[in-house]
Each structure stands twice: as C-alpha cells, then as structure tokens.
C-alpha cells in the first residue's frame, strides 16, 4: 500500500493540473501539427508504461485506479502515435474532451485525497 500512496501522490495532483489546464486552454489544440501530437502520444505512452510496469494492481480497492490510469495513459499514447493526423481536434468535439477532463480531475482527486491521507486500519 505504500507504493500505492506515493504514485497517487504523485499521479493524482498531475492529474488535476492537466485537466484543469487542458479544459482552460481547448483552443490551444485548434492547429496542432501532427509531429506534436506525436511526441504527445509518446510522452503518454512512456508514462502509461511505466505506471503499468511498477504498478499493475488489481484489487478491488482505491489502487486499481492507479493501475487503470496506467494503462489509459498507455492506450492513449499509443492512439497518438499510430493516428497523429486522425480527428483530434479538441474544438470539434468539445463536449467530449469536457467529458473526459471531468473523469480525469476526478480521478486526480481521488488519487490526491487516498496519497496524502492518514495511514488508517484499512491500509495495513
């Protein structure tokens, strides 16, 4: 459980930064080249591996969310480098990006709150 923790305290508030960011600045990805969603796809992809690497939980507690962002991260990644000039325009579909910046900052929120909080019963 103790590894848990930290790669919520870590993952969670990065979470949180990005949505909140990404949900201010849609217009931003507007005219992204595809070199740029590239290296965006293989930014996640190297994240997501990593996670999943030292994190591949799958027990039915808060931690499987760790995991599952993994590999989130790591099929999102991989999307992006496969399909780099494919429909990904925030701006055509921003009801959906809302949709999933809200799943992310819950995610970071979750993951904020069970890295930083008090060890308890439950955590032994």
């Not at 599952?68 to 999102?76: F, V």
Request: hydrophobic share 50%; aromatic share 8%; proline share 4%.
């Amino acid at each position: 459980m103790a590894q848990s923790k930290q790669v919520a305290a870590l993952l969670g508030p990065s979470l949180i930064a990005v949505s909140v960011t990404e949900s201010l600045n849609l217009e931003i990805f507007t005219n992204t080249s595809a070199h740029l969603t590239y290296l965006n796809g293989t930014l996640l992809f190297v994240a997501g591996w990593t996670i999943v690497r030292a994190h591949n939980y799958w027990m039915p507690r808060w931690p499987v969310l760790i995991t599952l962002t993994g590999w989130l991260l790591l099929l999102g990644g991989l999307i992006r480098m496969v399909a780099p000039v494919s429909s990904q325009q925030t701006a055509d579909h921003p009801t959906a990006v809302l949709a999933m910046t809200s799943v992310l900052l819950v995610c970071g929120v979750v993951l904020t709150v069970n890295g930083y909080r008090q060890a308890d019963v439950r955590d032994i």
